[in-house]
């Protein structure tokens, strides 16, 4: 099976500019789920999306959003660019399913974003 | 809210040694899941180890073992005979067993502890 893909895997943008990232689950797997990544503030969860509806949202501001489409693949956007946005963001599928191994989270190799 | 603690930035150990990583986790959840993650300097987070809080045993995926203490909310990861390929970012998450009300689909993680292998 494939695994988790993102694309792309670096970008570079400046301050105001808005951006899209992309997340294609491995096959099979209907949740899909967002992390910022930082030296200072570590992994923090984004949102997590399954079968095209958002079920949880972590404290982040209203310019991070997200979708989930038919084919599970995500995209996550955000708007009005700051430099503190600058991260690795990585998306996480898992089959999101009951049980315990359905809701492992398999991660892809992450976009690095520069928020100059 | 949950949160997960590695107390230990870094750490080392000789190539062929065995290394103990700490982590430790505050929650008033009675059932969860645990994960110990590795992140090596191309980025790719890889699961290693994976715990459910209602089984006594101790989990094991071959070098990697763990120590699993639910009363003192205590999941240290033991890795025996250490390899280079071994040297990554480790990360303990906890994830809740609980999935009403849309807010625990998602992994709590800890700051991570950056381990080096010497040869």
């Known amino acids: 099976k494939a695994g988790v893909t993102q694309t792309p895997r670096y970008l570079i943008k400046t301050r105001g500019q808005q951006v899209t990232l992309s997340c294609s689950p491995i096959?099979?797997?209907?949740?899909v789920s967002w992390y910022q990544q930082t030296p200072g503030q570590g992994l923090q969860f984004l949102f997590e999306y399954f079968s095209e509806t958002q079920r949880n949202k972590g404290n982040f501001p209203g310019r991070f959003s997200g979708r989930q489409f038919s084919n599970s693949r995500s995209e996550m956007n955000v708007s009005t660019l700051e430099l503190g946005d600058s991260a690795l963001y990585l998306c996480a599928s898992s089959a999101g399913t009951v049980g315990f191994r359905a809701y492992e989270q398999f991660f892809g190799p992450g976009t690095r974003l520069t928020v100059l | 809210a949950q949160t997960v603690t590695q107390s230990q930035p870094e750490m080392s150990v000789q190539e062929a040694e065995t290394v103990t990583l700490s982590c430790t986790y505050d929650t008033s959840e009675s059932d969860y899941y645990l994960f110990w993650y590795k992140q090596p300097p191309s980025r790719q987070m890889i699961l290693v180890i994976r715990?459910?809080?209602?089984?006594?045993q101790n989990a094991t995926e071959n070098r990697f073992s763990v120590n699993f203490q639910k009363a003192a909310k205590s999941f240290s990861l033991k890795i025996s005979d250490s390899q280079l390929g071994d040297a990554a970012m480790y990360f303990c998450a906890y994830r809740s067993a609980f999935v009403s009300g849309g807010s625990n689909y998602k992994l709590t993680f800890g700051k991570g502890t950056l381990l080096t292998v010497n040869p």
């Open positions: 715990q459910e809080a209602y089984k006594q």
């Open positions: 096959s099979g797997h209907r949740s």
